[in-house]
């Protein structure tokens, strides 16, 4: 697995033109040899030559933490004393065009442009996000892994088995998290809980708002999931409940967002381009009249990082091939009222886009 994708990506280098590939903290590293640096000062970097060995620049007392598969990646641990920024020079060597993981600090760019005064850096993303954004079957497997894990979390959720009224959004959250750890993720990503007014903002940070009898309810949650000795992989689902019945100007916009995103979803085969799935989405809530409540773009893809390619919004005109996931997430939000967002995570096989996620799509009245 590991071999095949650093063949695929020293190609993606050679079409590119690209000498060198440097890769730190981020999610480059671990898909690519399934290790993820420590976000620490001490610099992590796999320098990948487009023609030679890749070696694995690691701070000397990390080393007990790399799974170490001599036949992909040399290893070379630094002790305390040494300047790993002369170590990745030499492995660059005479190499001319660098690009360099887009999530790598720039404490580390700036010493690397400083002592290699004649590379040029460009960002990696370039070479391996479209690698990325094509699953192989085990990449999909996590993430259908994760999908259901996320589910059964939401179908908790719909019955009524996580309490909502009289609970603050941040003790929800909370819950939400443990039970995304408790359902075989290894991290929480976030989970947003929003109640009445503050379903209207998107990213709402979930605060000491008690939750009150007759309000939407709107919970968005993700974590990672490890996949065996490889990368984790990222779930990512939103659901809205009414704590009781939703009030028939609830039901009309829920229909409305409801249709929308059955739409995008189903938009989604191979050769369709991802602004169309985002005009499939956009069309019907435009349609109803709710177009300028509906602000952002209908989806990001999904993997190793929550957001990736290919996003799912006018102006991309990236085509859907098999293997990309993405999300379909549309959103109707009313200011100072209520809000919904329906989100699914889908991936685009030969037979048609699969939904990764299954839990009951309508809106859901609870009555805890
Ligand atoms: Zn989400
Ligand atoms: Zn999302």
Redesign the pocket.
């Known amino acids: 697995m590991h071999q095949d994708r650093l063949d695929r990506v020293r190609a993606a280098m050679g079409s590119a033109g690209i000498d060198v590939c440097l890769l730190s903290v981020g999610p480059d590293l671990p898909w690519l040899i399934g290790y993820e640096a420590m976000p620490l000062e001490r610099l992590t970097m796999l320098v990948v030559p487009v023609d030679r060995e890749p070696t694995l620049v690691v701070p000397q007392l990390e080393v007990p933490r790399v799974v170490h598969h001599p036949e992909v990646f040399a290893l070379r641990g630094w002790g305390e004393t040494a300047d790993p920024i002369d170590i990745v020079a030499d492995l660059v060597g005479s190499a001319r065009r660098a690009a360099i993981g887009n999530r790598t600090w720039a404490q580390f760019l700036v010493a690397l442009q400083r002592r290699l005064p004649d590379v040029g850096f460009s960002e990696a993303s370039a070479v391996i996000g479209p690698l990325r954004a094509v699953k192989d079957p085990a990449e999909l497997s996590v993430l259908r892994a994760a999908g259901a894990a996320v589910d059964r979390i939401a179908a908790e959720l719909q019955s009524g088995g996580i309490p909502l009224i009289g609970r603050t959004e941040a003790e929800v959250s909370a819950e939400l998290g443990r039970r995304i750890l408790a359902e075989g993720h290894h991290r929480v990503n976030f989970a947003i809980v929003a109640a009445g007014e503050n379903a209207a903002s998107p990213h709402h940070e979930p605060g000491g708002r008690v939750i009150r009898a007759g309000e939407v309810v709107l919970c ?1 949650f ?1 974590g990672t999931m490890h996949a065996e000795g490889g990368a984790g992989y990222c779930s ?1 689902i ?1 659901r809205c409940v009414v704590t009781g019945e939703p009030t028939p100007e609830m039901r009309g916009v829920y229909d409305v967002l409801f249709d929308a995103q059955r739409a995008a979803v189903a938009a989604g085969s191979v050769g369709t381009t991802c602004e169309a799935v985002d005009a499939a989405a956009r069309r019907p809530i435009t349609e109803a009249g709710y177009g300028e409540f509906f602000m952002h773009r209908t ?2 893809g ?1 993997g190793v990082e ?2 990736e390619d290919p996003y799912i919004v006018l102006g991309n005109t990236h085509r859907l091939e098999v293997g990309n996931v993405y ?1 379909v ?1 549309p959103g109707i939000y009313l200011p100072g009222r209520f809000g919904f967002r329906l ?1 699914d995570i889908v991936a685009t096989t030969a037979s048609g886009p699969e939904s990764l996620n299954h839990a009951d799509h309508t809106l859901v009245a609870v009555d805890a």
Do not use: A, K, M
């Open positions: 968005d993700g990512d939103t989806g990001h999904i929550e957001h999300s997430e989100e």
